[in-house]
């Protein structure tokens, strides 16, 4: 028995332990691959190498050199699953019902998920809310859980703009100590919609019984809430349902893109916009009075011009009308309008509302005045006609505006005086920068003992706490919201929290050592007590939490009750604003970065403000005049845009403000957004615009006013070198009188001289199509002229075409209703976020460098003086006939089958003709390395503003790319593809299953994304389908139609519904 | 060639040369040391081909954002510069192959030259096309060879794949058809010199040794690149036209364009050939070879060509009012008020107005006049493709989109960097080429040097003696 041998054995050679067998023993395989043997043989034969082995050396080795030489590609490590979670199927997307939160914006939200983390948010289509639609606002929200700025764990400010780290025990234990020593608590957040956090924030109150929450509202519709509890006993925000309003009378309020909740009231309002009779067509009405051409103004029907102090003045006047036509008691009033044909108007007005009124129809009067006496008349003005029960519902309240901006008052005096211990500030509240009395906070702040911030990224306030305990980011954390009285959504979290962060609930329930300290129990908890019982469809609770959990929502049924306004409003007639003096001055909150909190945000940061298309700016809106000849007038002879102002208010000076000549601003007034230069942020906030908010002043009742008069603004001389606009032509057939009092056409007019550019044939541009209910018949027939005489252009081609190919199979196309739209952009951000479109900064855009692949354009028509606005979508129009592919000389560019025009980034050299040759202008091309793809490895200045970094450089921000869709290098040219990745999805989904593609299962990010529905996407061979619905609509047409492109987005037309008597 | 002349022609060659004047003359340049002129032309020269490495280095660095191009605007300087000296390499061609043609005996004194100017402008211009690309270690994807990169193959319908083989072409035939000419004045060269000059012009001269056979291929095969290269004259500029004409962009899309293009690029090259001769007759004393006679000749043409691209720009305005067409006349409008009205009052004053001064004798005889016109020309050259490119794409169709377009340091300094390359390989050129085609100016020597005409051309004589004198 030799030494090998373990004692058994399993044959004769291993037992003698063979010399052959041993030998085998190393080899896995007992007997080679018969073609090792024959290969062997051969070789053996051959003795030696030979030409091809040769051959094969060399090129291995020069192979080898060349690849050890040069390519030295930067790891980037991906690790696999361990275990694979059970609900991650690589590459195939999750989705979770939501709800985005920021402040006081709330909204139902479908997440979208990639191998665990979240990358685009969609609308909730089971929502009656939302309707499925989104705003821009909450698309970008995304973007800031990936936000390299947040803070990271909680800690301790330094006082020298630093945070110093600290664990949660430390930190909670040092907090609860300081916390029970006593002394005035007082807590400060924005409108909480949340049940589950007012309950928490009750706990917090049983607590620590010193405690008291304080509410308030960066944009505040304190007066509304006031008035409410004057005129009906009841301190709430009405629920509006625009959609029965035959009828908009708006005094300012900016309600489809910034006020309170425009999604919801877009979705609602844009119902009555839709024509659906082409014989009569039925369109609700908007009368807009304000001084700026506000986002909302744009979209007016009738925009009457006048001063924002004139506000009160012109609601009385109102009221008077309305009054005398109803028997009601008139109220005194004396001073007339600046606006002559304002100060006409309020006759036709009232006629217009009560001739509604009498034919059985809702309408609303609206004011987003912080005057409580405006808006109690207000009130009766609209109990007069009957709006309430109708249109405007105080039982089924909403939740979204609960501040009292006198309370802040009171805490701001409580803070100077020291009375106050500790201070809780939650959420996006950031006081020191948002409130008009800022620097009084921040002087309160300092003689507060313990202030504790709970945002999530740095901001003024937070900065000037003594300790932070950052927050998750709504996708991270537990939640619910109730917008209206019986609305109730659920925000559940999507990933992990990616840093030491803990959401503001658990932190209060820490501190305030409640039983259940896990809130997603506690908000169970407060559903099984509140919810639970008031629905029958479920019986236990858990299917109950489980399908709310998966819908996101409960909706429960409502009963709207009529109320009528309880008190007498003669002494309020007095108590409405006077009419002010010299230059007036209206603050508005940009739909961008809002009132400041957005600013963090590049995507929002880069989307072009609807109106003024400028972007990373804060602007000075100037009137501008048309002299009846040949020019216009500037405000203070500011010829250009971007040129620096002084802004002077009493002892107020803000310094270097671009300005842009807006048309519809009214005469001696100018329009300032704000919610621009912040202090402390993330680099895409820092630099960015100019500080305004501490120009604003509080009324007598404490209220903040957005308006100012005696402003004055001074030309410096100097300019924004990099002003960013998106949009440099902005009329399209502009009318007016000229000084014989006959109307012209005045782009025709206008600016004829030399060098300013000859602004004729603008009116006839097949571009946009335009038309009034009282000329509907005679335009649509215009349109079928002008589409028969294309259609007639078109068939004398030579060339037969590829169409035979297009009826087999799918042929997808688009249908967009802009009497729908209403340009609030949040297509364009979900494009972003879906297609990996890069930011680029200002300094880019300044030069026309922006890369979106779908832009709103934006053109005034109508009156010269105060004129209609046109949003335009415009994307790639996937044009049958593409000038853009012939062109390309390596077939870059190129139609699918389908009729898609595609882009093979690979294939793409960047020789730009194709976007030279596109006449819809929509081809980007990546002029330098916006994502960090390229060759060159960072070789580009950083075209964000003071960044450390460049945008999608940081691995954290790169997980918010959609990995579905290549990420572009610099050098190739990308465009709007029909988001070709989900048509494939859907494809791929409708095969997996067995059946045919149905048209609901693909939806671009621009369709979903609309609060409007305005965006409809479909398949032409369908026959019952909705884009041949939509496409044989007598209304739709096809832009740059006789060009013979064959686009495939159809337009329908704008059809304005005007007051003949107001034009 | 001894054909029978005109007594009314006047001599093409002045100063009664003999042949082996005709030799040092021309030859001497190249066998004596540089002229402290030259030294310096020279440094100026590659300074300014440095400039073009840097910037073009920059640009391939930082990517086409180094320009100022945009999203509306895609061309600017880059397709301008492309399309300038392109134009600008027309003359050369012309004058050897269609002048060939014709039987002009003119075009001896200058077509040497001439073609070097033109090879030289087009390799200024096809740098253009290869640096304007985003992704510049792509371009071979433009090359129809076999690949591995899957079935895709290039686009034949694109017209800028049309320049690629255009521009490859003419660029071959007329290097071609330069250096044979070349040839047998390399010989001449190699037999005077010594040492390794001797050595480097028998390698340039391919054993030239005059025999007669070799004397008949020559003769042949030049009329056989003559033949080749005429319709190429024609067709490298109309084909460069389809850039824009076939496209739908309003300004862009005429059918007038190639003959336009074509008119307009013998205007510009012609231009360019006097502003280089007036300076290289006068530096290298070669005024009895290219006369006054010659810079009138060219004058003329200029004249001619000058009023075809008038014609071409009046047409274009009746067009687009005629058309009714509403992008079509914006298009018009905008180009002659519109934000860039100077660039369309440079190129009418430039190309239109100005040449019309050569109606006068005494003008087109004037060196001053001749010199300064030429430059002007060229001005208004490269305005027109300027306002041809950057007017029609900054104001198209949707307004929205309108944009404006001025170049950055960088698109300066490449086209700055270009007139370094062209002036590099003209001034080595004339280092070791014969400026004038020595053997083509002995061929008529006998039925056009002043000597043999003189007495033949009786009442005349006074006013060859006095253009003779104006020569000097």
Known sequence: ?1063 | MSIVVSPTREPLVFGSKTYHQVTEDICSPSEKAPSRQWVIGFIIAVTFLAVFVFCVSWQIFYGVGAWNLNRTIGWGYDITNFVWWVGIGHAGTLISAILLLFRQKWRTGVNRAAEAMTIFAVICAAMFPVIHVGRIWLLFYFLPIPNTRGPLWINFNSPLLWDVFAISTYFTVSLLFWYTGLVPDFATLRDRAVGFRRKLYNVLSFGWNGAAKHWQRFESLSLVLAGLATPLVLSVHTIVSFDFATSVIPGWHTTIFPPYFVAGAIFSGFAMVQTLMLVTRKALKLEDYITINHIESMNKVILLTGNIVGIAYLSELFIAWYSQFVYEQFAFANRAAGIYWWSYFAMMTCNVLSPQVFWSRKIRRSIWWTFFMSIFVNIGMWFERFVIIVTSLARDFLPSSWSYYYPSWNEIGIYLGTFGIFFTFYLIFVRIAPVVAIAEIKSILKSSGDQYRGKNLGHDTHHAEESHAENH
């Open chain 1, 1 to 1063: 028995m030799s030494e090998l041998n373990q004692g058994y054995w399993g044959s004769s050679e291993e037992f003698t332990n063979d010399e052959a067998f041993v030998n085998s023993l190393h080899n896995e395989f007992y007997e080679l691959p018969i073609l090792n043997k024959l290969s062997e043989e051969e070789s053996e034969k051959s003795n030696g190498h030979k030409r091809r082995d040769f051959l094969k050396y060399l090129g291995f080795s020069i192979g080898a050199a060349t690849i050890a030489a040069s390519c030295e590609t930067p790891i980037r490590k991906a690790l696999p699953y361990v275990s694979k979670p059970d609900a991650i199927v690589p590459g195939v997307a999750n989705y979770y019902a939501s709800s985005f939160v920021k402040g006081n914006d709330v909204l139902p939200i479908v997440v979208k998920t990639r191998e665990g983390r979240p990358i685009k948010i969609e609308g909730n289509t089971l929502s009656a809310f939302s309707g499925g639609g989104t705003s821009a606002r909450a698309q970008a929200s995304v973007l800031d859980l990936y936000d390299v700025g947040r803070y990271k764990s909680p800690g301790k400010n330094d006082g020298k703009g630093g945070l110093k780290k600290t664990k949660w025990e430390d930190l909670d234990k040092e907090i609860k100590t300081k916390l029970s020593a006593g002394g005035n608590i007082r807590i400060v957040s924005n409108t909480i919609t949340s049940p589950s956090m007012n309950a928490v924030i009750q706990q917090f109150i049983t607590a620590y019984p010193t405690a008291q929450h304080v509410t308030y509202d960066p944009y505040s519709s304190s007066a509304i809430l006031q008035a409410n509890e004057k005129s009906f006993g009841k301190r709430v925000f009405p629920g509006y349902d625009f959609s029965k309003a035959q009828i908009v009378v708006n005094f300012g309020a900016d309600f489809l893109g910034t006020w309170v909740s425009p999604v919801e009231y877009t979705n609602s309002w844009s119902k009555t916009r839709k024509i659906k009779n082409f014989e009569k067509p039925e369109l609700s009405r908007l009368i807009q009075y304000e001084s700026n051409m506000s986002y909302t103004g744009s979209n007016a029907d009738n925009r009457m011009l006048i001063r924002p102090s004139e506000q009160g003045l012109a609601i009385v006047k109102l009221y008077n009308a309305v009054a005398a036509l109803t028997g009601a008691a008139s109220l005194p009033v004396s001073g007339t309008l600046k606006n002559a044909k304002s100060e006409k108007s309020f006759q036709s007005v009232a006629k217009d509302l009560l001739a509604n009124k009498n034919a059985g129809k809702a309408s609303i009067v609206l004011s987003d005045s912080n005057n409580i006496a405006e808006q109690i008349i207000i009130n009766k003005i609209n109990d007069l006609l009957g709006n309430y029960g109708q249109t405007i519902d105080l039982n089924n309240y909403s939740n979204q505006r609960k501040g009292i901006d006198s309370d802040m008052v009171k805490l701001i005096n409580e803070m100077k005086s020291g009375s106050v211990n500790t201070l809780i500030i939650l959420g996006e509240a950031n006081p020191v920068y948002d409130l008009p009395d800022g620097n009084e906070f921040a002087a309160g702040l300092k003689k507060v003992g313990l202030s504790v911030s709970l945002s999530t990224v740095p901001n003024e306030t937070s900065a000037a706490c003594t300790y932070v305990a950052p927050s998750n980011h709504y996708l991270e954390s537990w939640g619910d919201i109730q917008p209206r009285k019986n609305s109730y959504y659920v925000v559940q979290p999507t990933i992990s929290p990616l840093f030491k962060t803990r959401q503001a609930e658990q932190s209060l329930l820490a501190w305030a050592n409640s039983p259940v300290d896990d809130f997603s129990t506690f908000i169970q908890n407060i559903w099984k007590n509140t919810l639970f019982s008031q629905q029958s469809e479920y019986s236990d609770f858990q299917s109950f939490w489980n399908n709310s959990l998966h819908n996101g929502l409960i909706e429960l049924p409502s009963q709207s009750g009529s109320a009528s306004v309880a008190v007498d409003i003669a002494s309020y007639a007095a108590a409405v604003t006077k009419p002010g003096n010299g230059l007036e001055v209206k603050y508005y909150e940009p739909m961008g970065v809002g009132f400041g909190a957005y600013a963090n945000n590049p995507w929002l940061q880069e989307m072009p403000d609807p109106v003024t298309r400028t972007v990373w700016t804060t602007v000075v809106h100037i009137p501008l005049k048309w002299d009846g000849d040949s020019e216009f007038e500037y405000y203070k002879n500011l010829k250009k845009d971007g040129l620096y102002v002084d802004f002077k208010l009493g002892k107020n000076t803000v310094k270097d403000i671009p300005i842009v000549r807006q048309f519809g601003q009214m005469s001696d007034t100018i329009a300032i957004p704000v919610g621009y230069g912040r202090t402390v942020g993330n680099p895409s906030a820092l630099n960015v615009g100019n500080y305004v908010i501490n120009t604003l002043v509080r009324d007598a009742d404490g209220n903040v006013r957005y308006w100012n008069d005696n402003a004055d603004i001074t030309p410096n001389g100097d300019e924004d070198k990099h002003f960013a606009s998106v949009q440099l032509h902005h009329t399209m057939g502009v009318r007016g009188k000229d000084k014989s009092n006959k109307v012209i056409n005045v782009d025709e007019k206008a600016i004829m001289n030399l060098g300013n550019g000859y602004q004729g044939s603008l009116t006839n541009r097949s571009i946009l199509k335009s038309a009034d209910v009282s000329n509907f018949t005679e335009k649509l027939e215009e349109l079928k002229e002008f589409r028969a005489e294309a259609a007639h252009l078109n068939s004398q081609n030579l060339y037969p075409g590829y169409d035979y190919l297009y009826k087999e199979g799918h042929h997808w196309g688009m249908s967009i209703d802009l009497n729908a739209c209403t340009g609030c952009g949040a297509c364009q951000v979900a494009c972003i976020s879906e297609n990996n479109v890069p930011i680029v900064g200002k300094k880019e855009v300044h030069r026309q460098h922006e890369m979106t692949w779908l832009r709103i354009d934006r053109y005034y028509y109508g009156d010269v003086e105060s004129p209609n606005v046109f949003y335009q979508p415009m994307m790639c129009q996937h044009c049958d006939n593409a000038p853009c592919e012939n062109v390309c000389p390596v077939n870059a560019t190129n139609h699918s089958a389908e009729g898609l025009n595609q882009m093979a980034y690979n294939r793409c050299v960047g020789t730009r003709y194709c976007a030279n040759n596109c006449p819809f202008k929509v081809r980007r091309f990546n002029w330098a390395d916006y994502t960090t793809a390229d060759l060159f490895i960072r070789n580009e200045s950083n075209p964000m503003p003071d960044g450390e970094s460049l945008f999608y450089e940081e691995n954290l921000t790169r997980l918010v790319l959609n990995p579905d869709v290549t990420v572009r290098s610099r050098g190739v040219i990308e465009k709007c593809s029909l988001c070709v990745q989900r048509i494939q999805e859907g494809k791929l989904r409708a095969k997996t299953e067995m059946r045919e593609l149905k048209e609901s299962d693909i939806k671009p990010a621009c369709a979903t994304a609309c609060p409007a529905g305005a965006i409809k996407f479909g398949d032409q061979n369908m026959p019952e389908g909705t884009l041949k619905k939509e496409w044989n609509d007598p209304t739709t047409y096809f832009v740059l139609e006789e060009l013979n492109v064959r686009g495939k987005i159809g337009y329908k037309m704008r059809v304005t519904n005007k007051n003949s008597e107001l034009i």
